[in-house]
């Protein structure tokens, strides 16, 4: 088991090196590379959407630190990280500590919400 991990955890490395370029991915992120490699058609400029549902820990800008539930199509576990709102707009109506349901896409090392709504 332990072998399959390494090579696993190389295979992800290796990939988030061609997708991401060199840049690290964030702290928060970095639970994310364990799980599984995101999956080739994700890569940016794809525009394959995900969806997932969770709760607004802060809000900052454009940015939106959310916990999330688990992805299935991405192999993300529930977690805490930060997106990026495509736009401010989407905010209209939502505040801090509200559920919410929301799409995003990838975009670099970035995960850029295109919609969202509350639960
Ligand atoms: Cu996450």
Same mark, same amino acid.
């Given at each position: 088991? *332990?072998?399959? +991990?390494?090579?696993?955890?190389?295979?992800?490395?290796?990939?988030? =090196?061609?997708?991401?370029?060199?840049?690290?991915? =964030?702290?928060?992120?970095?639970?994310?590379? &364990?799980?599984?490699?995101? /999956? $080739?058609?994700?890569? /940016?400029?794809?525009?394959?959407?995900?969806?997932?549902?969770?709760?607004? $820990?802060?809000?900052?800008?454009?940015?939106?630190?959310?916990?999330?539930?688990?992805? /299935?199509? !991405?192999?993300?576990?529930?977690?805490?990280?930060? +997106?990026?709102?495509?736009?401010?707009? !989407?905010?209209?109506?939502? *505040? $801090?500590?509200?559920?919410?349901? +929301?799409?995003? &896409?990838?975009?670099?090392?970035? +995960?850029?919400?295109?919609?969202?709504?509350?639960?």
């Amino acid at each position: 088991m *332990k072998k399959s +991990f390494f090579a696993q955890a190389a295979l992800i490395f290796a990939l988030v =090196s061609i997708l991401g370029g060199t840049a690290a991915l =964030s702290m928060e992120h970095s639970g994310h590379g &364990r799980a599984a490699a995101v /999956p $080739e058609q994700s890569a /940016p400029g794809s525009g394959q959407v995900f969806s997932a549902a969770g709760i607004i $820990e802060k809000i900052s800008g454009n940015a939106l630190t959310i916990s999330h539930g688990a992805v /299935p199509a !991405l192999n993300w576990p529930s977690m805490t990280m930060v +997106f990026v709102l495509e736009s401010e707009d !989407l905010l209209e109506g939502v *505040k $801090e500590g509200d559920k919410i349901s +929301f799409d995003f &896409r990838a975009q670099g090392n970035s +995960f850029i919400i295109v919609n969202l709504e509350a639960l």
